[in-house]
């Protein structure tokens, strides 16, 4: 665990500070908003001085490893491999999901029926079924209220 905060602290002050959560979750290859970031850091800065410690740190790796799982769901729906999700890809996977009432932890996530997931998804699409979700967006929006319960989990 200190090898892998001591990589990620670039600095070495023994905090990791937002740039470095950024530069992070790019060396784990997550490309991120800046207010992702945000949103991970405030969540695991439990003393909310604006940086990471070494225990707080360790919140951060569990979302690492459910960011990837997040970011393996919309790869898989993402069938044209556009780096980005059409309607008609969300469409498509929902479908297969509920057809089957199968699928992993963060597709039932994504898609139980009225969750504030799959409605926000909807309304990213405003209407327009030709509009392209970049995985960027889908992270604010899976993420916006995810980081704020990740206690109760």
């Not at 200190?2 to 905090?15: E, L, R, S």
């Not at 997550?30 to 439990?46: L, Y």
Request: a negative charge; one cysteine or more; hydrophobic letters at 40%.
């Amino acid at each position: 665990m200190d090898q892998i905060f001591d990589m990620y602290d670039k600095n070495a002050d023994g905090t990791i500070d937002a740039s470095e959560l950024e530069a992070a979750l790019k060396m784990a290859g997550i490309s991120a908003s800046g207010r992702f970031v945000q949103m991970v850091k405030e969540r695991c800065d439990a003393n909310s001085d604006g940086k990471l410690t070494k225990d707080e740190f360790v919140k951060t790796l569990q979302i690492f490893q459910e960011i990837a799982e997040f970011i393996a769901f919309f790869t898989s729906a993402d069938t044209d491999g556009s780096k980005t999700m059409s309607f008609t890809e969300m469409e498509t996977k929902a479908i297969a999901f509920y057809m089957t009432n199968e699928g992993t932890r963060v597709d039932r996530y994504v898609f139980e029926a009225g969750t504030r997931n799959a409605q926000q998804l909807r309304c990213s699409w405003n209407g327009d079924p030709d509009k392209e979700m970049k995985l960027e967006e889908f992270l604010d929006i899976m993420y916006a209220d995810r980081l704020l319960n990740l206690e109760t989990q």
